[in-house]
């Protein structure tokens, strides 16, 4: 079991960029994809982007604005969201499931979440 925090969520207006980080601590994540989820009020939680163990692969829903990456050396796993629309503004949560190859896009596959963090973009 892994314990996930992110940070990094904010007031931000349309056109701006932020940063989130999720801080991994307990059992090593190495084997671990990392993923990113978004729930915004009243809607379902939606995939947003997924790194595999080593950082060699990854799956975004919006590559053109968002970026995820992965630095386990410092047990970090960060999205770098850009030209943010005020349809991004949800919770935003990161996620931790054992899987040795790939990445994974299904939220139920994911055994450990964060507590999540707060994007408000602004118009």
């Known amino acids: 079991q892994v314990q996930l925090v992110e940070s990094g969520g904010g007031r931000v207006q349309a056109g701006g960029s932020l940063r989130l980080s999720c801080a991994v601590s307990?059992?090593?994540?190495?084997?671990?994809?990392m993923g990113w989820f978004r729930q915004a009020p009243g809607k379902e939680r939606e995939f947003v982007a997924a790194i595999n163990w080593s950082g060699g692969s990854t799956f975004v829903a919006d590559s053109l604005r968002f970026v995820i990456s992965r630095d386990n050396a410092k047990n970090t796993v960060y999205l770098q969201m850009n030209n943010l629309k005020p349809e991004d503004t949800a919770i935003y949560y990161c996620?931790?499931?054992?899987?040795?190859?790939?990445?994974?896009?299904?939220?139920?596959?994911?055994?450990?979440w964060g507590q999540g963090t707060q994007v408000t973009v602004s118009s």
């Open positions: 996620a931790a499931a054992y899987e040795p190859m790939g990445v994974i896009l299904e939220d139920y596959r994911y055994k450990s």
């Open positions: 307990g059992r090593t994540h190495s084997n671990y994809c």
